[in-house]
């Protein structure tokens, strides 16, 4: 006569508790790494500045964007104008729309005529009445810290 096997033995609630709480774990610490693991740095865009042509004594310069990519926020952007012929820098500023700078009747401003809020193909840096000399005009990715493009602008 056979006998019927043995029902099977129960894990304790306990034991089942405890193995779920080391998966949770376990897997806890592998989301916590993979989150804090160091990401490649952010490669940065690619920026073209073009000085437009100068026109007559008093006109406004304008230098415009001809290549952007990425179109990152305008913020992600300084700009800084420094007088060539002294070295002295004349501001840093965030990039954002609108009148950046204004010293006597200098003004710098950033017209954002593109794609709002983004550095874009078509958007323009306004220089009007600086004072006789040349400047450079320099953009900085502010995450890399990078000098995207320079060009150099004459009155």
């Not at 437009?52 to 001809?66: E, I, K, S």
């Not at 306004?126 to 502010?142: A, E, I, R």
Request: aromatic share 8%.
């Amino acid at each position: 006569m056979d006998s019927a096997p043995p029902p099977p033995k129960r894990r304790p609630a306990a034991t089942i508790l405890a193995v779920l709480l080391l998966v949770a774990v376990v897997v806890g610490f592998a989301a916590y790494a993979i989150l804090r693991a160091p990401r490649p740095p952010e490669v940065p865009p690619t920026v073209t500045l073009t000085v437009l042509a100068f026109g007559d004594p008093g006109d406004p310069r304008v230098v415009r964007v001809t290549e952007a990519a990425p179109e990152l926020p305008l913020s992600s952007f300084r700009v800084t104008l420094r007088e060539l012929y002294t070295s002295a820098d004349v501001f840093d500023a965030t990039l954002r729309p609108g009148t950046l700078y204004a010293e006597g009747n200098a003004t710098f401003s950033c017209d954002d005529l593109t794609v709002s809020g983004r550095l874009s193909v078509g958007d323009e840096f306004h220089l009007t009445d600086f004072p006789q000399g040349s400047y450079g005009l320099t953009l900085v990715h502010v995450e890399s810290q990078r000098s995207l493009a320079s060009v150099t602008v004459w009155f």
